[in-house]
């Protein structure tokens, strides 16, 4: 492990280990944090209808995108492991995606994760399930699978992509000749 910046206030040390993966040495104000969360899963519900703890793991920083993909091929045994924050932040962050989703009125959905990229095998595509925890723990591995949904946003998207697809339907006429005008 080395040291890659350091500031004489009390502002946080960063650093990497072997790998190259790059901690943050003190604190993130918890209130701080909380903010990045909700904000996060609000953002994520208004793009999409739904919020992904793993996607607001990247969103707020500590899980980058790149590390998360090598996950999504299996190249990484578990998601903890390249997170750049220690456990007790992860479970305060998966608190946090909790409570907000609570207070939203959000529908937890539970997702199955498997690995992108495998072959097909005898025309069946090999299902190869990824971890998200060091220990494995039932709860844990559910906690970080459960999506939430914004169900009323949900009809709106819908409503909104049928109106889209109706408007261009309509650009495109036929004129008498049979070919296609739009």
Request: with cysteine; hydrophobic share 30%.
């Amino acid at each position: 492990m080395f040291f890659v910046k350091t500031k004489e206030n009390n502002s946080p040390r960063l650093y990497a280990d072997a790998a190259g993966v790059i901690y943050m040495e003190g604190t993130v104000k918890n209130s701080e944090l909380i903010g990045k969360v909700h904000s996060a899963v609000y953002h994520q519900c208004r793009q999409r209808g739904y919020a992904a703890p793993a996607d607001v793991l990247v969103d707020i920083g500590v899980l980058p995108k790149q590390k998360y993909e090598d996950w999504r091929f299996g190249k990484v045994r578990y998601l903890e492991q390249v997170c750049t924050c220690n456990l007790k932040k992860l479970s305060f962050i998966m608190k946090q995606i909790r409570s907000y989703a609570k207070k939203a009125n959000l529908k937890p959905s539970f997702c199955y994760y498997k690995r992108w990229g495998v072959k097909k095998k005898h025309g069946q595509k090999a299902v190869i399930p990824l971890r998200f925890s060091k220990s494995g723990n039932p709860e844990i591995e559910r906690a970080y699978a459960t999506h939430y949904v914004d169900l009323g946003r949900v009809e709106q998207l819908k409503k909104e992509r049928q109106k889209q697809k109706e408007a261009d339907d309509s650009k495109e006429t036929v004129n008498n000749d049979g070919e296609r005008n739009g």
